[in-house]
């Protein structure tokens, strides 16, 4: 599929017909690679554009200011592959935080071929968040670990500023409810544009209650 043909896709998410030719390359190379290292569950490759390159993408437009991202997680690069790829026009460097080698070749291949601003951290994330801590403007996590996990894990970046955007599914409401028994923060619930059943939580102002 070439960057023309999913530009209907794209049309609601204002990229240009660069960044489209880029994530078309993005859909071809993760068909590719699909086939010998399983980088995707194999029950999304007939969506992969709802499921995972526009689900990613729309996180872009929930922190237009931001400049450094870190993606936790971040698997075959959603969403921060993506970000890295759609956010290049305005100058934004996104690191991937990956643990998984084989999918750390992928993030690294894709980066190559589309110059996006993208690196790549083979590592456990509990190594590399200290490192970012009153650096970077967001932290994203996709399918990662339920919400009061993934508070602990970024605690220390949201207590400096850090916004955090978390794509969560039907079960956002309850695991909002779990998170507040041992964090205060303060939290927008945003739509999904993909899932009208998902949301988006952009949390800010965190800080422990025990």
């Known amino acids: 599929m070439t960057g023309q043909d999913v530009q209907p896709r794209l049309a609601p998410f204002d990229v240009s017909r660069e960044t489209s030719e880029k994530l078309a390359l993005l859909e071809s190379e993760l068909r590719r690679w699909q086939a010998i290292k399983n980088l995707v569950g194999p029950g ?50 996104v690191h991937l935080v990956e643990s998984n080698s084989r999918k750390c070749a992928f993030l690294r291949h894709i980066a190559r071929l589309t110059g996006a601003k993208a690196v790549v951290h083979e590592a456990r994330l509990e190594t590399v968040v200290p490192d970012f801590v009153g650096k970077a403007d967001v932290v994203s996590a996709r ?68």
């Open 44 to 93: 999304t490759l007939d969506r992969i554009w709802e499921r995972h390159i526009l689900d990613s993408l729309q996180l872009l437009a929930c922190a237009p200011e931001a400049r450094l991202w870190l993606d936790l997680g971040s698997g075959a690069g959603f969403p921060g592959l993506v970000l890295a790829i759609a956010g290049q026009e305005r100058g934004l460097e």
């Open 143 to 210: 399918a990662l670990a339920p919400l009061a996990t993934l508070l602990g894990w970024t605690a220390p970046l949201l207590k400096a500023g850090t916004i955090g955007l978390f794509p969560k599914g039907r079960d956002a409401e309850a695991e909002l409810t779990e998170a507040r028994k041992s964090w205060k923060f303060a939290v927008e619930v945003l739509p999904s544009r993909t899932d009208s059943e998902a949301r988006i939580l952009r949390i800010s102002s965190i800080e422990s209650l025990s």
